[in-house]
């Protein structure tokens, strides 16, 4: 079955820098990438995503980049502020199954 | 509350004891899934349905059992047979469409053994 590995697992940056966060996936036929934001004790919600067709997507400061030859895609955040300290998740479908596989999520934390 | 609805939001279990979590979704949702969170490990399938009256198990199945026998409901049951059970508990639904955009989240339901 299908694998998302996520790195790294904890970041911490000063507000206003840029975050990145990488997801490697194993199955080549996956072809849906959802990021999640997860605060505290709280739900995940769906941030942005990617579809296979498309190498890159933009939503005001967050951005979602994908190399379907190598098998990676990444979160981008620019401008940094406190409210987007929260758990991320990538995550990863065939879309077949409309099933995702998550990666193990990544603890931002941005400091004022 | 977003259109699914977990309750309780808090359990306690004690040992030898089974629980039902449940989760209601108002959406009209075709699919819907139930994941096990535990700290630095993400999110865990425990058992998918897709069309009522059938359901597939996931990564970890063991020691849970589930049931649909409405569209809108897909109680999760924890078993005594699952050795370490305190976790949060997400419930989660989607429409199954050609443009399928993932899922929909419930509150969860953060569960403890006593």
């Known amino acids: 079955g299908e694998n998302v590995e996520q790195h790294p697992s904890t970041l911490s940056v000063q507000e206003g820098d840029s975050a990145v966060i990488k997801c490697t996936y194993s199955d080549s036929a996956s072809n849906y990438f959802p990021w999640y934001k997860q605060e505290l004790g709280k739900r995940p919600q769906l941030i942005i995503d990617i579809r296979s067709n498309v190498g890159e997507k933009k939503d005001q400061r967050i951005a979602v980049t994908l190399n379907k030859t190598a098998k990676h895609f990444s979160l981008h955040i620019t401008e940094t502020q406190p409210e987007d300290s929260a758990v991320y998740f990538c995550a990863a479908s065939t879309g077949s199954n409309y099933k995702l596989t998550f990666g193990k999520g990544t603890l931002l934390t941005v400091n004022p | 509350d977003g259109g699914i609805t977990q309750s309780p939001k808090y359990l306690f279990r004690k040992e030898g004891q089974n629980v039902t979590l449940s989760c209601e979704q108002n959406?009209?949702?075709?699919?819907m899934y139930w994941y096990r969170q535990d700290p630095g490990q993400g999110l865990r399938l425990i058992y998918y349905?897709?069309?009522?009256?059938?359901?597939q198990k996931g990564d970890i199945a063991e020691g849970y059992s589930v049931s649909r026998e409405k569209k809108e409901s897909f109680p999760l049951t924890v078993t005594s047979a699952q050795k370490n059970p305190t976790a949060f508990y997400l419930c989660a639904s989607s429409i199954e469409l050609a443009s399928w955009e993932g899922y929909t989240f419930g509150s969860g339901t953060r569960l403890t053994v006593v």
């Open positions: 349905s897709q069309i009522v009256n059938d359901f």
């Open positions: 959406l009209n949702h075709d699919a």
